[in-house]
């Protein structure tokens, strides 16, 4: 799996419109509402499109505001207290603009383990704040996990690739 | 302090975010443990994207409707119009289904009919009629090539329905006992009165020569009789449906066939008469004298002088029918009896089958004091003069053999209304 190590200097930085901006994460939002649950519930779409922004800007900063604005939308149309998909998306946005400031994970096969890596993360923290915090009774089941981050990481991939056309170089 | 701030800044904002959110998280839980109310915040967010949500429906329920209602009905034409092809398929299907259906019970009626009936018969169908709307006769698929004949009755389970008339290699023409031309000795059943049943030009069956002090009431069964020597015994021909004075002192009786002639399908040709059985087969020494003299018992005996008897001076009474040269004995009852020397006996004692019919008097225009013997079988018509003595009675026997069918023609019972 090519994961290079590159320097900082080498790794480059890239910045998206104001309309890619807003209008992607609302898609994103909007179709993670509006398709059918029973088929689409396992792909956490905004969880995508907080990676490939954290990774694409390789800025922790905006990484976790994107992930938190995110976050924080999705709580507003689920049934739980705002915060927790926030919080969640908030940690995984700081993540993977870090680990995208240290390393080239611009191929196909790095975004799938980086993926499935995040998602893991991202419903570990859901978990974690959902049940400590919120005391919501909600069950893990690792195979589910482990299945639907692969899911999420094959569908990141073609996503991923789409979301490539948008980019900007700074 | 500034470079601490700066080197972890990322961190520390993280960490300020998050605890932003777990803060809120926090206040949250305290407040939907007091009260269960939403949050502005949410009905702003469905507010946004509801109506997107709702749009998307909308276009998502035109493309549907797009494409349930017009190009996913492109083959909807074609298909509909397979389907009523399909349709007409069907019903002639089931039409053919009935027809056979209804065909089956002919069938299976005629069958029943024909295992009764001890004669031998051809099953036919029929396949046209003569196409003129005076005559009355159709076409069968037999024909000599299945030995059929010229005057072969041809019957159906519900009665006779005509005679062969004319043979073709494979097909037969027939005439219907309602043509204007036909003619069928008939008599009623419960009267035992002959006469003879014709065809009129509406397509109707009249019975002629039954005279107008006769008693006849609709409903009366009409029998063949035989006398014609082509139509088996003893059939059914029709009901009277009518009964009106008619010309000369005859009735007008207007019958209603047996076999339903308007819609004749299958029918039975009749290759070769088994007569009822003879009294030579059955034993039953019953005679057609016996009946006569059954039946009339208020007749009084004439008496005739017999040629060649002695001169005594006395006359001698005699049976009617009795045949002359024969010896007359006395019956119990007080009948004379004929016992005839030929004709009948001589056949019966030749084993040939023989068959008896019903004999009676002629109507009450004969002279009383000289009632000539009428027997269907030997075709003799009803004589009106009163020096009547039979001509032919004496020569024909009641007992008739039976004659199978053949190509020639046989001998009309009614010389004068011979069928046609």
């Known amino acids: ?170 | 302090m500034e470079s601490v701030l700066g080197r972890y800044r990322n961190l520390i904002i993280l960490v300020g975010v998050l605890f932003l959110q777990v803060l809120g998280l926090a206040v949250q839980v305290k407040r939907s443990a007091d009260a269960q109310h939403t949050r502005l915040i949410r009905i702003w967010a469905v507010d946004a994207i509801t109506p997107l949500e709702r749009v998307l429906v909308r276009v998502q329920e035109g493309a549907n409707n797009l494409w349930h209602n017009y190009f996913f009905l492109r083959g909807v034409r074609a298909e509909n119009r397979d389907l009523k092809q399909q349709i007409q398929q069907m019903r002639l299907e089931q039409v053919r289904l009935s027809e056979d259906a209804a065909q089956a019970h002919r069938l299976q009626s005629l069958l029943a009919f024909k295992e009764q009936v001890v004669m031998k018969t051809i099953p036919a169908q029929v396949i046209g009629s003569s196409g003129s709307d005076l005559s009355r006769s159709v076409y069968i698929d037999k024909g000599s090539n299945q030995s059929i004949a010229p005057d072969m009755p041809v019957i159906t389970a519900g009665g006779i329905v005509g005679k062969v008339l004319r043979v073709y290699p494979s097909t037969s023409l027939v005439l219907m006992i309602n043509d204007q031309s036909s003619g069928v000795g008939v008599l009623l059943e419960k009267s035992r009165l002959q006469g003879v049943l014709r065809g009129t030009s509406d397509g109707e069956l009249i019975l002629e020569r039954v005279m107008s002090d006769e008693q006849v009431a609709p409903g009366d069964t009409v029998l063949s009789s035989g006398g014609d020597q082509i139509f088996p015994k003893g059939f059914p021909v029709g009901t009277v449906s009518k009964v009106n004075p008619g010309k000369e002192l005859f009735l007008n009786i207007k019958v209603r066939p047996a076999a339903d002639l308007s819609r004749l399908e299958e029918v039975l040709v009749v290759t070769e008469k088994q007569e009822q059985q003879s009294v030579a087969q059955t034993g039953v020494k019953v005679r057609a004298a016996d009946i006569l003299s059954q039946r009339l018992p208020s007749v009084p005996d004439k008496p005739v002088t017999v040629p060649g008897a002695p001169a005594t001076g006395k006359p001698v009474a005699v049976e009617p029918g009795q045949v002359l040269g024969g010896t007359a004995k006395p019956r119990p009852n007080g009948v004379i009896q004929s016992e005839p020397r030929l004709g009948a006996g001589a056949n019966l004692a030749a084993g040939v089958p023989a068959r008896t019919a019903p004999v009676r008097l002629a109507p009450a225009s004969t002279t009383a004091a000289s009632p000539v013997v009428e027997s269907g079988d030997a075709g003799v018509r009803p004589s009106t003069g009163s020096n009547s003595t039979p001509k032919s009675a004496p020569d024909k026997p009641t007992a008739v053999p039976v004659k199978p069918i053949t190509q020639s023609s046989p001998q009309p019972a009614i010389t004068e209304d011979k069928p046609q």
């Open chain 1, 1 to 170: 799996m090519p994961i290079t190590y590159t320097s900082g200097e080498q790794i480059e930085v890239y910045r998206f419109s104001l309309p890619v901006t807003v209008g992607v994460p609302l898609i994103a939002l909007f179709l993670q509402a509006f398709l059918p649950r029973r088929i689409f519930s396992i792909f956490d779409l905004p969880l995508l499109v907080t990676i490939f922004f954290a990774m694409a800007r390789r800025n922790p900063i905006s990484g976790l505001l994107t992930g938190a604005a995110i976050g924080l939308a999705q709580d507003m149309l689920g049934p739980y207290p705002i915060g927790i998909y926030g919080i969640a998306k908030t940690v995984v946005g700081y993540g993977a603009s870090s680990l995208g400031a240290k390393l080239d994970v611009e191929n196909a096969g790095a975004r799938l383990l980086v993926t499935l890596a995040f998602y893991l993360v991202h419903q570990a923290v859901f978990f974690t704040v959902a049940r400590g915090m919120v005391n919501l009774t909600l069950n893990w089941s690792w195979s589910h996990g482990i299945l639907a981050g692969l899911a999420n990481g094959i569908v990141g991939m073609v996503l991923y690739f789409v979301l490539d056309k948008f980019k900007q170089r700074t």
